[in-house]
């Protein structure tokens, strides 16, 4: 398989480094420029590997339509939202996680209400009792930070925990940095025990693909609400964030160990499309028509899948999916530690794969056989994808798709190039010419004789072919245009594999008709026959087609083949810029007009008296005619081949009467002729509709009007 010559190793060598050396400048330096490829693969194959199971865990409170239907838009008051909360600790649950944030005092609370009114009555506050229920609920607040307005508040809320970072590199930030905040009002934010960030970051192409667990404000970190529910049921007092000289490596709570990338966020391995965890209406739990074991002990988090509320997301699974079910998500993740992660380290395997895979595509692809190159590629190509699904979803390591695909194509692409001046640039030209044009044998002939003057100009005796679709402006009415290139190219495939099964060339498809040759460019003996013999073959593909296109419901194709044979000039024809190899001459033209008459006679398989007479084998013939056609002077005969062989019982007992009204016919004994014509019309199961019927009526016109000097030949005005 492999010829290795020393000094083009040494070129393809030299060309390897350069297509590695290329794409590792631009993956350490403008990566991000085609990020989005990469990311786009890898969710695809988030959507191939499909929904997988949850852990049970983690139970989604929904302020959804019907919710809203019932208490109306949010924000609802917080006597309403105080009984949730309420009934959901009566369940036992092991926390809430509140994914929105009360930034403003409840409008509809009757203290606030007479407060504007100056009575002096004191009434219910909607917002104190909520703080108590908070303060006796496991409950764990959420709020927002102001990553882009300066001018946002300043107040930090209160965690109960230490973040401690280890082994920061010197003047680095990694970390996402808030500038201001957006808290509950003060009297829920203080009766919480916690309280964590739900901010949720989108990537340039607005995907949530990943989540900061971390934000640093005032050199503080805070930790996210998924991360704060975690650490607040581990009981970790002292969060680790450790790092290396790329950036964050890690968060440690205890004995759970949460791999990030550099910036302190970590990938999401999403569980599948929007629902995959269980969601309970706030109305039902508001209304206490719920079982409390679905929840008790479970996560609980609070939040809307409601459309009108805006907390939609775009994830690899669908553009529209809950906010609160990232959360969920997250959680789920580090619950059951099947982690997603882009290690800094990882920055070195992906240099190193794009190294390996250039020089390896690049050695594979010049040194085996023309015909393995695709193979090669493609091995190389699905490979590599195949492992990286593999790893991602195994492993949880995601490394980089996008550049090392790239490395696989350009050394492919660009040995092919090097090959193409290096090695097969003669062969090329010539295979270009005829590679869909003829057979593997006259391929492989033309090669062997390629100075031999294959291509100039000179006469020969070919057979020449001509098909063509009945009906087919019908058909593609029927039909959208790539319903119908789909339905052509169905039909063509088998018709030209026949073509070059059988040697012959095949010189142009015109719309639908197909025009092909036989005994050119190089010699095929019996030509004539090999021609009728792969014309017979096709009307049997298509019979077998025509049945698939029934069961398809598309329209059924009825062809008309025509055959002559005769001298033509046959070469390279054209202009310096563009040639082409064809042949022309008179009796292309009769072969034209022959296949054009099948509809007329009713017939499928027409040849000439030229083509039948070098015929050296038996087949199935009907006379159909003498005649001129338009534009000729010499009269010739058309014949329809109806088989190979000999006819036998009713077939050869039709045809013999047919013949004998045709001797009747050329004797100019019209009466005779017609009483065995319209016999023949009135058969059950008649092989021609058309033929009996032309002679009738030519019959009958004769015997009312004899013709003078008749010779038998019927000339038609027009092609068909």
């Known amino acids: 398989m492999f010829k290795i010559d020393i000094k083009k190793f040494l070129i393809y060598s030299f060309l390897s480094f350069l297509i590695s050396s290329s794409l590792i400048i631009f993956y350490i330096f403008f990566s991000s420029l085609i990020d989005s490829f990469d990311n786009r693969i890898r969710d695809s194959f988030f959507i191939y590997r499909g929904e997988i199971p949850t852990s049970d865990n983690i139970i989604i409170i929904d302020i959804d339509e019907s919710s809203i239907k019932e208490f109306g838009q949010w924000p609802w008051s917080r006597d309403k939202v105080s009984k949730i909360l309420e009934n959901l600790t009566l369940a036992n649950v092991a926390v809430i996680g509140m994914d929105m944030v009360f930034a403003e005092e409840d409008r509809t609370s009757p203290s606030l209400i007479t407060k504007k009114l100056k009575v002096k009555e004191e009434l219910r506050n909607y917002d104190l009792d909520f703080a108590q229920t908070i303060a006796n609920s496991p409950v764990i607040l959420g709020y927002g930070f102001d990553l882009v307005n300066q001018d946002s508040s300043k107040v930090a809320p209160r965690i109960p925990a230490i973040f401690i970072e280890k082994d920061i590199p010197k003047e680095s930030n990694f970390i996402i940095e808030a500038l201001g905040t957006t808290l509950n009002i003060p009297i829920l934010q203080d009766s919480a025990y916690s309280s964590g960030f739900f901010n949720i970051l989108p990537d340039e192409s607005g995907v949530i693909r990943s989540v900061p667990l971390l934000i640093k404000f005032d050199d503080i970190l805070y930790p996210s609400l998924s991360l704060e529910i975690i650490r607040v049921l581990n009981d970790t007092k002292r969060v680790f964030v450790n790092y290396d000289n790329s950036?964050?490596?890690?968060?440690?709570?205890?004995?759970?160990?949460?791999?990030?990338?550099?910036?302190?966020?970590?990938?999401?391995?999403?569980?599948?499309?929007?629902?995959?965890?269980?969601?309970?209406?706030?109305?039902?739990?508001?209304?206490?028509?719920?079982?409390?074991?679905?929840?008790?002990?479970?996560?609980?988090?609070?939040?809307?899948?409601?459309?009108?509320?805006?907390?939609?997301?775009?994830?690899?699974?669908?553009?529209?999916?809950?906010?609160?079910?990232?959360?969920?998500?997250?959680?789920?993740?580090?619950?059951?530690?099947?982690?997603?992660?882009?290690?800094?380290?990882?920055?070195?395997?992906?240099?190193?794969?794009?190294?390996?895979?250039?020089?390896?595509?690049?050695?594979?692809?010049?040194?085996?056989?023309?015909?393995?190159?695709?193979?090669?590629?493609?091995?190389?190509?699905?490979?590599?994808?195949?492992?990286?699904?593999?790893?991602?979803?195994?492993?949880?390591?995601?490394?980089?798709?996008?550049?090392?695909?790239?490395?696989?194509?350009?050394?492919?692409?660009?040995?092919?190039?090097?090959?193409?001046?290096?090695?097969?640039?003669?062969?090329?030209?010539?295979?270009?010419?005829?590679?869909?044009?003829?057979?593997?044998?006259?391929?492989?002939?033309?090669?062997?004789?390629?100075?031999?003057?294959?291509?100039?100009?000179?006469?020969?005796?070919?057979?020449?072919?001509?098909?063509?679709?009945?009906?087919?402006?019908?058909?593609?009415?029927?039909?959208?245009?790539?319903?119908?290139?789909?339905?052509?190219?169905?039909?063509?495939?088998?018709?030209?594999?026949?073509?070059?099964?059988?040697?012959?060339?095949?010189?142009?498809?015109?719309?639908?008709?197909?025009?092909?040759?036989?005994?050119?460019?190089?010699d095929v003996e019996n030509h004539a026959d090999v021609a009728v013999k792969a014309s017979l073959e096709q009307l049997i593909a298509l019979d077998e087609l025509n049945i698939k296109f029934t069961q398809d419901k598309l329209p059924n194709i009825d062809i008309g083949i025509g055959l002559n044979t005769g001298e033509v000039i046959v070469g390279e024809m054209g202009s310096s810029l563009r040639s082409d190899y064809t042949v022309i001459g008179d009796a292309i033209n009769l072969g034209s007009r022959v296949e054009s008459l099948?509809?007329?006679?009713?017939?499928?398989?027409?040849?000439?008296?030229?083509?039948?007479?070098?015929?050296?084998?038996?087949?199935?013939?009907?006379?159909?005619?003498?005649?001129?056609?338009?534009?000729?002077?010499?009269?010739?005969?058309?014949?329809?081949?109806?088989?190979?062989?000999?006819?036998?019982?009713?077939?050869?007992?039709?045809?013999?009467?047919?013949?004998?009204?045709?001797?009747?016919?050329?004797?100019?004994?019209?009466?005779?002729?017609?009483?065995?014509?319209?016999?023949?019309?009135?058969?059950?199961?008649?092989?021609?509709?058309?033929?009996?019927?032309?002679?009738?009526?030519?019959?009958?016109?004769?015997?009312?009007?004899?013709?003078?000097?008749?010779?038998?030949?019927?000339?038609?005005?027009?092609?068909?």
């Open 247 to 522: 950036g964050v490596s890690n968060i440690v709570l205890d004995d759970i160990t949460i791999p990030t990338d550099r910036y302190g966020r970590m990938l999401i391995n999403y569980r599948g499309y929007e629902k995959s965890f269980k969601y309970i209406s706030a109305k039902n739990i508001y209304e206490n028509s719920f079982s409390s074991k679905d929840i008790e002990g479970k996560i609980v988090l609070f939040g809307t899948s409601a459309t009108g509320l805006f907390d939609l997301r775009a994830t690899p699974f669908e553009s529209v999916f809950p906010g609160v079910e990232v959360h969920a998500n997250i959680i789920d993740n580090i619950l059951q530690g099947d982690f997603i992660h882009k290690a800094s380290y990882l920055d070195g395997v992906n240099i190193v794969i794009i190294v390996l895979l250039s020089f390896f595509v690049v050695m594979f692809i010049t040194f085996v056989s023309f015909y393995l190159k695709l193979l090669v590629f493609t091995t190389f190509m699905f490979s590599y994808i195949i492992f990286n699904y593999w790893l991602l979803f195994s492993k949880g390591i995601a490394l980089n798709i996008i550049f090392p695909i790239l490395a696989i194509a350009l050394g492919s692409i660009l040995s092919l190039i090097f090959d193409y001046f290096y090695n097969i640039k003669h062969q090329k030209v010539i295979k270009a010419k005829f590679a869909s044009k003829v057979s593997k044998s006259v391929m492989d002939d033309i090669l062997k004789n390629m100075d031999n003057n294959e291509f100039s100009a000179k006469n020969k005796e070919i057979t020449i072919f001509f098909s063509d679709i009945r009906g087919f402006t019908k058909i593609s009415e029927q039909l959208k245009a790539k319903e119908l290139i789909e339905y052509l190219n169905t039909y063509m495939e088998p018709m030209s594999s026949i073509i070059i099964k059988n040697q012959g060339t095949i010189d142009k498809f015109i719309g639908d008709a197909i025009m092909a040759y036989w005994n050119a460019p190089i």
């Open 598 to 720: 099948c509809k007329y006679y009713g017939s499928k398989l027409n040849i000439t008296n030229f083509t039948k007479d070098k015929l050296k084998e038996k087949y199935i013939f009907r006379f159909l005619d003498f005649v001129r056609v338009k534009g000729k002077t010499k009269p010739v005969e058309i014949w329809q081949v109806i088989g190979r062989g000999e006819a036998q019982d009713k077939l050869k007992e039709e045809l013999d009467n047919y013949h004998k009204a045709i001797e009747f016919y050329k004797q100019t004994d019209f009466i005779d002729a017609l009483n065995i014509f319209i016999k023949l019309d009135n058969l059950e199961n008649k092989t021609n509709e058309n033929i009996y019927k032309i002679y009738i009526k030519r019959c009958e016109e004769f015997i009312q009007t004899p013709p003078k000097d008749f010779d038998g030949v019927y000339e038609h005005k027009d092609k068909a």
